[in-house]
Nanobody, 123 residues
Framework: QVQLVESGGGSVQAGGSLRLSCIGPGYSYRTYGAMGWFRQAPGKEREGVAVIDSGGNSRYTDSVKGRFTISQDKNTLYLEMNGLKPEDTAMYYC??????????????????WGQGTQVTVSS
């Protein structure tokens, strides 16, 4: 069973920055075909924020382009978030899947999920 653990969430003012991390104890991220970050605000559906494949190719939802950066090293997935806005407030989830190719920004493309870390941005 894959266990993903997120960290780095918190409360910041608009314009601030946070870096989220996701680790899978005992696993190397090179074993996954792709990783991603999703978010879910209260009363809304879970949406894809950014995804990355094992070759380093990435994809972002339009609302975060130029502000967020997804990256990975051997054991950790990151989401660098700059210029945060109140509308970025949500629970952020790390996700992983086995299988190649750059996935869509859709939850159904992923098999494994973390428990989430809360990001709150105040105006």
């Amino acid at each position: 069973q894959v266990q993903l653990v997120e960290s780095g969430g918190g409360s910041v003012q608009a314009g601030g920055s946070l870096r989220l991390s996701c680790i899978g104890p005992g696993y190397s991220y090179r074993t996954y075909g792709a990783m991603g970050w999703f978010r879910q605000a209260p009363g809304k559906e879970r949406e894809g924020v950014a995804v990355i494949d094992s070759g380093g190719n990435s994809r972002y939802t339009d609302s975060v382009k130029g502000r967020f950066t997804i990256s990975q090293d051997k054991n950790t997935l990151y989401l660098e978030m700059n210029g945060l806005k109140p509308e970025d407030t949500a629970m952020y989830y790390c996700a992983a899947r086995r299988g190649g190719g750059l996935p869509r920004l859709h939850p159904s493309d992923f098999n494994y999920w973390g428990q989430g870390t809360q990001v709150t941005v105040s105006s």
